[in-house]
């Protein structure tokens, strides 16, 4: 699985933008997905996930109520609809894909076998 991450850029604090992780390969649909997020000096740190069938999701505290994770299998693709962003949320953002109905955690970073390039999200105060 090939992933590209886009839609990131420069809004002002309370705004939102919506990022996109396009997926080539046919394993994208069977596996469960997640975002992350890395501040400059900063590890890199769980944002939101969604299982395989788009049942599940799961946020990190920070971001619960304001960002919303969703997936289209159809179109090989997952969003991240980030509203009511604050500068705290500036980082790159990467989405990551699962090996298909693999089990364990969604939050451990370590538990994904594909990774997007990353998009850059800036919020300005």
């Known amino acids: 699985v090939q992933l590209q991450a886009c839609g990131g850029g420069l809004v002002q604090a309370g705004g939102s933008l919506r990022v996109s992780c396009a997926a080539s390969?046919?394993?994208?649909?069977?596996?469960?997905m997640g975002w992350f997020r890395q501040a400059p000096g900063k590890a890199r740190e769980f944002v939101a996930a969604i299982d395989w069938r788009g049942a599940g999701t799961y946020y990190a505290d920070s971001v619960k109520g304001r960002f919303t994770i969703s997936r289209d299998n159809a179109k090989n693709t997952g969003y991240l609809q980030m509203d009511s962003l604050k500068p705290e949320d500036t980082a790159v953002y990467y989405c990551?894909?699962?090996?298909?109905?693999?089990?364990?955690?969604?939050?451990?970073?370590?538990?994904?076998?594909?990774w997007g390039q990353g998009t850059q999200v800036t919020v300005s105060s």
């Open positions: 990551a894909v699962r090996p298909p109905y693999s089990s364990g955690s969604y939050y451990h970073a370590g538990l994904y076998d594909y």
């Open positions: 390969g046919r394993t994208f649909g069977s596996g469960g």
